[in-house]
């Protein structure tokens, strides 16, 4: 079984930044093309940022602009930097591999204070 391990949520007022981490096993990162989505309460999971493996991005409408997405391939981690957060970007948010076989982190949670 294939952990990803996610940190970085947590706590912010409106206009402030957090950056998320995901880190993952070696054998699987380098080749896999890797999401962010998110589930805000009450609401279905969806989709916020993506990078291909030869280094394309793309992002939700919601979050152009204020989100980047990245990858560390040293250090087998991908990164969602998220700034000028705004109250509607609260949610668990959630990283993904995808290599043929999909893989989820365990989830972190990001509250934006209004």
């Known amino acids: 079984q294939v952990h990803l391990v996610e940190s970085g949520g947590g706590l912010v007022q409106a206009g402030g930044s957090l950056r998320l981490s995901c880190a993952a096993p070696?054998?699987?990162?380098?080749?896999?093309?890797m999401s962010w989505y998110r589930q805000p309460p009450g609401k279905e999971r969806e989709f916020v940022a993506g990078?291909?493996?030869?280094?394309?991005?793309k992002y939700a409408d919601a979050v152009q602009g204020r989100f980047t997405i990245s990858r560390d391939n040293a250090k087998n981690t991908m990164y969602l930097q998220m700034d000028s957060l705004k109250p509607e970007d609260a949610a668990i948010y959630y990283c993904q591999l995808r290599n043929g076989w999909i893989y989820w982190g365990q989830g972190t949670q990001v509250t934006v204070s209004s």
């Open positions: 070696s054998r699987i990162f380098s080749g896999s093309h």
């Open positions: 990078m291909v493996v030869n280094g394309v991005t």
